[in-house]
């Protein structure tokens, strides 16, 4: 079955303290990874996007990693903000018949704390 | 701002009611796509639309429907709603199918939906 599942659940960290988010899947076959960040009530923005053959990839103070054989993802966020207090989506997308479908991560809920 | 709109922001109804939730996409865009996330779930795919016409459908039930208009707008209908079809209902847009699979998504604010 088709499932991505991220690790913790929840977690809070102080501010300016660096975290790491993990993001397991059994997708397959594979098209791509995308981290997205989501702010309670809104709509979930895109962090990365990473393909089977790219194994790191950063967007300011998030840094993505990527092992494609063992199939785990991390989000790794340095210098923790407040407005880094969000939900982080791990998505994984595979090629089926008439296109490429997503499957969510049901994310992981971050808060970060003065 | 990702460019993507959607009306209304917030719907309240009765249970056997249907209501109408409405999306632009970005300026641009061909693909629209339906999300739905129901409290403490993850983001589940209803169904996308390229360029006016069907292009995947995921766990949409029978009582929701969605279509893309000549502008590239598009609706998601619910009818016969239930107690379990509160929740905020997203939409994306991207410019391209998704066939490749490397379309970024855009995502509007969303409409939560509660139903009494």
């Known amino acids: 079955k088709n499932q991505v599942e991220q690790s913790p659940q929840s977690l809070i960290i102080l501010e300016g303290k660096n975290c790491t988010l993990q993001c397991n899947y059994t997708v397959s076959p594979f098209s791509n990874l995308r981290w997205y960040k989501q702010d309670t009530g809104r709509g979930p923005v895109s962090l990365t996007i990473m393909t089977f053959s790219e194994n790191t990839k950063s967007n300011g103070r998030y840094t993505a990693t990527l092992d494609a054989d063992t199939k785990q993802s991390s989000l790794h966020i340095t210098a923790s903000q407040l407005s880094d207090s969000a939900s982080y989506i791990c998505v994984v997308s595979r090629p089926t018949g008439g296109g490429n479908k997503l499957t969510f991560g049901t994310g992981t809920q971050l808060k970060v704390e003065l | 701002d990702s460019g993507v709109t959607q009306t209304p922001k917030h719907l309240i109804t009765a249970t056997g009611q249907r209501v109408t939730l409405r999306c632009s996409p970005r300026?641009?865009?061909?693909?629209v796509y339906w999300y739905q996330q129901s409290l403490d779930q993850g983001l589940q795919f209803l169904i996308q639309?390229?360029?006016?016409?069907e292009r995947a459908k995921g766990n949409i039930l029978e009582r929701f429907s969605a279509q893309q208009f000549p502008d590239l707008h598009s609706e998601l209908n619910l009818s016969s709603l239930e107690l379990g079809d509160s929740a905020l209902y997203f939409c994306a847009s991207s410019w391209g199918s998704g066939g490749d699979g490397y379309n970024e998504q855009f995502f509007g604010p969303g409409t939560r939906l509660t139903v009494l």
């Open positions: 300026s641009g865009d061909l693909s």
């Open positions: 639309y390229y360029n006016g016409e």
